[in-house]
């Protein structure tokens, strides 16, 4: 009786199956003509492009099955809903659908969460499986992999794309460790990174300069964000500016405003009249002929004072050094190949 019922269950997971694979095939289809891939995130590759290194395992939880968007090694055999890609996952997939349909049941699964998001470290059949028996959850043991940078289901290429810059960008000053709390620096130009990078390296070079004392790149990246990045943000969303910038950050206007200050300092040298972050905010504002509020013109913050000299050659060392750097690895590797043979 027993093994009429699982055979029952298993031809009922080859109907499911067939089911699925059909609903596969359009979702091939669907986003062939959309341009957009119909399949997994790849673990390997975001855990590669936000430079991922800790993990923390977090138990036995119940995790919602439309936040696992990924998988490790197998993202290509499904599609991004968990529908099987190939005809010859069928026995493999029906019989998991005859235990999920069974008295047993399924066991847990494994699963990575970066984020928002959750990738499957073992148990991507169950999660096809549970997803077409319309289950919301499944059990799964989870390991997070801790990170600042925010991560969710459906983001664009371009938005991987400024989340593996600011992840450089982090990965070389250490916020996440030095200012755990800090606030995300969102810019709407990935390559803006590198210029921000390149005033933390000048802000070294200031603390040099006035302290007499090493400074490592942590150390001024702490201090520039405490007291350049972090003040200016402070008056940005004081006067609310943001809401005269569409389609812009508070990442986008800090650039703005320092880049404003150095323009001017140059032209007019000493006698420039724009020399702090609200001096930079009010012209912002004059610009946009939009009415300066009163309070903003007696606003007292520190001066900042840079010069495009000084900002441009810290950033080509910068450029310099990670190019060094990307050398050194690509010619480590070579010779690891060559010792491998």
Excluded at 138 to 164: C, F, K, N, R
Excluded at 261 to 289: I, M, N, P
Excluded at 323 to 334: D, F, M, R, S, W
Aim: proline share 4%; glycine share 6%.
């Amino acid at each position: 009786m027993q093994d009429d019922f699982e055979d029952m269950n298993i031809r009922e997971g080859v109907s499911a199956f067939q089911s699925a694979r059909f609903r596969a095939f359009w979702d091939d289809v669907i986003s062939l003509v959309r341009g957009k891939p119909a399949e997994l995130l790849s673990f390997e590759d975001v855990r590669a492009r936000l430079r991922l290194r800790e993990e923390d395992y977090k138990g036995l939880q119940d995790v919602p099955l439309d936040q696992i968007r990924g998988s490790v090694g197998r993202y290509r055999e499904f599609t991004n809903r968990f529908l099987p890609k190939r005809n010859t996952m069928q026995d493999r997939w029906s019989r998991v659908y005859a235990q999920a349909s069974g008295m047993t049941g399924l066991p847990p699964i494994e699963l990575y969460k970066v984020g928002d998001v959750y990738f499957v470290r073992d148990g991507n059949h169950r999660v096809s499986v549970a997803r077409q028996l319309d289950a919301k959850t499944i059990q799964a043991h989870v390991t997070e992999l801790p990170t600042t940078i925010p991560l969710y289901a459906g983001m664009s290429e371009e938005e991987m794309e400024a989340a593996e810059a600011y992840a450089a960008f982090l990965d070389v000053t250490r916020l996440s460790y030095t200012r755990p709390q800090h606030q995300p620096i969102v810019l709407s130009e990935p390559s803006r990174y590198n210029d921000l990078l390149g005033h933390v390296y000048l802000h070294m070079e200031v603390m040099k300069s006035s302290t007499g004392a090493d400074v490592t790149i942590q150390e001024a990246a702490a201090n520039w964000y405490d007291g350049v990045y972090r003040p200016a943000v402070t008056l940005i969303r004081k006067y609310e500016v943001l809401k005269l910038m569409p389609g812009r950050t508070e990442g986008d206007l800090y650039l703005w405003m320092i880049d404003h200050l150095r323009e001017v300092k140059e032209e007019f040298g000493e006698k420039a009249t724009a020399r702090t972050l609200s001096d930079a905010l009010v012209d912002y504002l004059t610009s946009k002929h939009m009415t300066v509020p009163k309070e903003l013109l007696i606003e007292k913050d520190d001066t900042v004072q840079l010069t495009r000299a000084a900002l441009d050659e810290h950033l080509r060392a910068y450029r310099e050094q990670l190019v060094k750097h990307n050398g050194q690895l690509i010619e480590e590797k070579t010779d690891g190949d060559k010792e491998g043979e």
